[in-house]
């Protein structure tokens, strides 16, 4: 009995072809931080090079500084060898007492606000001195004019007393005319009337009787009459017509 061919089997598959896309992304990765290694390297050159620039740099001011000297450091040296050890101490001292001699042991700034309060305070003082000096014109001003309100209304009585006196010794001068007129004869005192300026001869008729009048207003010019009859009439009827007026 003859026997089937056998298949041949194939032998299984490496997972080589599995483990390459792994290597591959492995790779890439490692290239990447390397990259990043690289890039980092070079920013911590650049800034180690800025840095050795400037200690560089500060390194050369002091070497300069002291070089600008070389009196003060050899005085400072042989000042220093020549005095002994333990006299600064009391220098120190004496330095340190002297300043709050000078400045009353205050800072500049406060020495600063001490003068400018100084200055104010002159300021105000002066201010004050002449406000008061005008308080004192304005008060002698004051005074002045009170005196002389007092001396116008001392004044005004005086004149008002001498007008009261005029009017009363022109009241008797022509209250005196007037008995002498109603003394004369009507004949006699219309002469004199036609001769009298018209207020003058209103005053004197106004003051006489009217018993008195009538006899000599018919023994006057019969024109004069007449004027002096319409000024009477006038005169007599200017306060009823201002009372009709104001009513």
Not at 137 to 149: D, G, T, V
Not at 169 to 189: C, F, G, H, T, W
């Amino acid at each position: 009995m003859a026997r089937a061919p056998t298949k041949k089997q194939k032998p299984p598959r490496t997972p080589f072809f599995r483990l390459l896309p792994m290597l591959i992304a492995v790779a890439a990765l490692m290239l990447s931080v390397r990259v990043i290694d690289i890039k980092n390297g070079f920013v911590d050159l650049s800034s180690v090079r800025v840095a050795s620039e400037l200690q560089a740099q500060q390194a050369e001011a002091p070497s300069q500084a002291p070089a600008a000297t070389p009196a003060a450091a050899t005085s400072a040296a042989t000042t220093a060898e020549s005095k002994p050890g333990p006299a600064p101490a009391p220098m120190r001292t004496e330095q340190s007492a002297a300043v709050p001699s000078d400045t009353g042991g205050f800072s500049q700034t406060e020495l600063d606000v001490l003068q400018k309060l100084q200055e104010r305070r002159a300021t105000l003082d002066s201010r004050e001195r002449d406000i008061e000096r005008r308080e004192a014109l304005q008060k002698a001003a004051e005074n002045q004019i009170e005196r002389k309100i007092t001396e116008m209304k001392t004044l005004q009585s005086t004149i008002e007393g001498l007008l009261r006196q005029y009017n009363d010794q022109e009241d008797a001068k022509m209250r005196s005319l007037v008995k002498i007129y109603e003394n004369m004869k009507p004949k006699d005192a219309a002469k004199i009337f036609e001769q009298l300026e018209m207020p003058i001869m209103l005053e004197v008729v106004e003051r006489m009787k009217e018993q008195k009048v009538a006899p000599i207003l018919a023994e006057m010019d019969p024109g004069k009459a007449r004027n002096l009859t319409s000024e009477l009439a006038q005169r007599r009827q200017m306060p009823t017509a201002k009372g009709a007026n104001g009513g």
